[in-house]
């Protein structure tokens, strides 16, 4: 099962972007060599409410929900570019994947070779 299957993009006071939304699909399909099951990615880029002030740098904030198996996660990014916003939401995705990866290993029984009778 693809990831975009059950990929929900939502984006807030702010408008679409056809370079964002591929951006989005890319990096929600790499994060499936941290884990293969991923169910679900929601992914919501907004402009925070109240940021008009004309000639200020505005942040743009990107929120990141997945759903694994009896797992639920989340990440954020802030930047002023959405590009570098995004990026940094699905670094810590991986981050944490990858984590409850080796968590998963580790819980696994290891299987003892029996002993060699000569």
Request: proline share 6%.
């Amino acid at each position: 099962m693809r990831v975009e299957k059950n990929l929900q993009i939502s984006f807030r006071r702010l408008p679409h972007s056809p370079q964002l939304i591929e951006l989005i699909e890319r990096e929600s399909e790499h994060l499936r060599h941290y884990w293969p099951s991923i169910r679900s990615v929601r992914v919501a880029v907004e402009r925070p409410h109240g940021h008009r002030g004309a000639g200020t740098a505005t942040s743009i904030d990107v929120n990141l929900e997945l759903c694994v198996p009896r797992r639920r996660l989340a990440a954020r990014g802030s930047n002023e570019d959405a590009t570098e916003a995004l990026h940094e939401a699905f670094d810590e995705a991986g981050r944490a994947l990858s984590t409850l990866r080796q968590r998963h290993r580790s819980l696994q029984p290891r299987l003892v070779p029996a002993a060699v009778v000569g």
